[in-house]
């Protein structure tokens, strides 16, 4: 798994452009450097501007959470908090707003589940938290897990496309037409 903090390092200081981030920052956020550190997402796995204006950023975790930091501060609430286990290589691999996100509200996820396979849900954003999570894709074969997955993307004929990663010779990565 490719490390996030100089992802989140970039996303912070390029948005500090736009939005007028504090420099502040809460026990649990740290920024020192450059770097961000969270003491309580040391997993975490994908991050992304909330795209309604709020400044909130979003910060998916291996462990199932979502950290909301606004201004600067990691929210007591998680947007959402998936259960998973960390021994089995389970957990939340991808995230990605809806480009329609203004009127529906829907943010997606890609994750690890239990017994070796993969799943795409979504969570509605009501009142900053995520409610009625609905399976979009479930039940793909994921080999041995080993993170390579979990990249998610609307594309400009607002589809939502996916990579699984290599599955670990279950498949070979190069053929798109595999199923």
């Known amino acids: 798994m490719r490390p996030i903090a100089p992802w989140l390092a970039l996303a912070l200081l390029t948005a500090a452009r736009v939005h007028a981030q504090p ?8 920024v020192q450097e450059g770097w961000v550190t969270f003491a309580t997402a040391s997993d ?3 991050m992304g501007w909330v795209p309604d204006g709020s400044g909130r950023l979003f910060v998916a975790t291996m462990s199932g959470k979502v950290l909301v930091v606004k201004n ?4 007591p609430t998680p947007f959402i908090s998936e259960s998973f286990n960390h021994y089995d290589q389970e957990g ?6 809806d480009p329609n996100f203004a009127s529906n509200r829907y943010v997606y996820f890609f994750a690890a589940m ?5 799943q795409i849900f979504r969570y509605t954003d009501v009142g900053g938290v995520g ?3 609905t399976v979009i894709v479930g039940g793909l074969p994921a080999g041995v897990l080993d993170y390579d997955g979990g990249g998610m993307a609307f594309g400009p004929d607002g589809m939502l496309y996916f990579g699984v990663g290599t599955l670990q010779g279950l498949r070979s990565a190069d053929v798109l037409t595999d199923a």
Do not use: I, Y
């Open 131 to 133: 409610v009625n999570r």
């Open 114 to 118: 239990p017994g070796f396979t993969l």
């Open 44 to 46: 975490a796995t994908r």
């Open 23 to 30: 420099v502040e920052t809460a026990r649990d956020l740290e």
């Open 72 to 75: 600067g501060v990691v929210q």
């Open 92 to 97: 939340l691999l991808g995230m990605t707003f």
